[in-house]
RNA sequence: GCAGGUGUAGUGUAGUCUGGUCUAGCACGGGAGCCUUCCAAGCUUCCGACCCGGGUCCAAAUCCCGGCACCUGCACCA
């Protein structure tokens, strides 16, 4: 998507000095866009009584070895001499018949030098040995043990647990929010966003009487398409889902409803999200089940979002590890579910699904005003004859009441227009000659390139919603351009 | 990580095979100005690139080697 690095959005990290694959900076209009998601994540777990923390990103080691994501996701990999596969010495230990495990980079060494391993693909002989690592290590002092790059940021919640468990005064429920970076050591990252280095992620951990569980249903008129791993595609409310057994944790269902909602108002399409569970044998070491919400992204379907049903596999660890309970009131030890947003990849999919080309060739984002950068543009018909300084003067009285709001006096008109387009605002205000008669402009709309007269004083008069500017003559706008 | 392909201004490209006429052309974009009363108009002017490093050669954007990045396939993706 050329449109991505021209207009701001994201572009290949590092590219001054040859660039490094696997980072990606977001641009000045990417940022903006990555701002209003997570202030719509914010909102909706807000809504749901979630709480939120921070927690740094280089963590202990200890805590990766209680989480269990050390002995995860450091692999002893072989390499083959004869297909150059690279393998995990376990199933080369299983071909070649040698009934124990190898753990350390020097036992795999002495097997290899006895020339018994062999390729579990191929029967030819393995040649060398390395720890592949799939968390970045950071190293300090040469007594002390090595930091980590956080693989997820839901290591910080459950470490936390019992602070935050006090926060919540005790109570069950407790829906525990952590927005922020995290780090995979890729092998081969590709696709721009898609498969980073360095990422964000928003996850949100829901802990839940065991018993109890999860007890509010999602409405029944929102129908998802499931996936379930039997193989039966099927569209059904979250809620019945659940009833009928395809997903038997209901907050599980549940949040897989509000991720539904979340995607459907960053301006993904129904037709373009679907919820697939996991096979057993692709689930994570900590899950029991999970869910991804999958998006098309260029024509694939790609996981954007991943709920988990963790268990009380976290707290249970830790607390092993520890020596600590982890528990709430009456001794029990709370379950999980674990909603987990993939930021760049839903900036992708958003990106992706929004992405409209009109008949004369101008492209488009249709992004919907909720996480558009900017929500609405001020643009003078012209740069004289006092039409700027009103601009600029209507442009400050409503950066008063939203930030999202972008001046343009660059160009004609229908530049102008035509960059907003692409950056996906939703609104272009107008001041023109009529202006100076009688205070009115027009608010163009984006996807209908409709126009209305408003007068500024109604514009400026309403108390604003957050983020909804305007909200009374935009709905009305979007209602008339919907019926042209 | 392996194999193949690709790498020229912010974007898209011409030039590369057949080394010199390339102090690298064009379009879009962006800046300044003129003009213009609503959808990328026009005019003037400016900005801006041969991925990096070696080598061959009188001479390298062009040929060779190495690195880096991107694309496709394979592998990987807890």
Redesign the pocket.
Known sequence: M?IA??RGFFW?SFSFY?????FYDFGPVGTLLKDRFLMLFKRSYLREGGIFIDTPTVTPKRVFQASG?LE??EDLAVKCSRC???DRIDSSLKKSSIARESTTLEDAISLIGEGKLICAYCGGKIVSAEMMS?MFRVERGKDNDPYYLR??TAQGIFVNFKLLLNQNRGKLPMIVCQYGKGY?N???????LL?QREFFMAEVEVFLDPEAGWTRDSPEDIVLTLLPNSGNKLRTSAKSAHESGVIPNRGMAYFIYITYSILRKCGIPEEGIRFRQHRKS????YARDAWDAEAVIDDDWVEIVGIADRGDYDLRKHSDFSGEPLTAEGGIVPVVVEPAYGVDRITMAVLSSSYYVRENG??VMRLPPEISPYIVAILP????DGLDAIARDLFAKLMDLNDYVAYDE??????R???QD?IGTPYCI?V??QTKEDSTV?I?ERDS???IRVKISDLTGYPILQNAILMKELSALSLSASKK
């Open positions: 050329e690095k021209r290949p040859g660039g490094e694959s696997g994501h995860k996701f150059g596969r690279y799939q693989p997820e995979r890729e092998i081969s990252p590709r696709q721009a498969r692709e689930l994570a070491h101008f492209k018909l012209q740069i004289r660059s160009g004609s008109i229908g530049r227009y035509a960059r692409e107008t023109d000659y027009t163009r390139t409709s126009q």
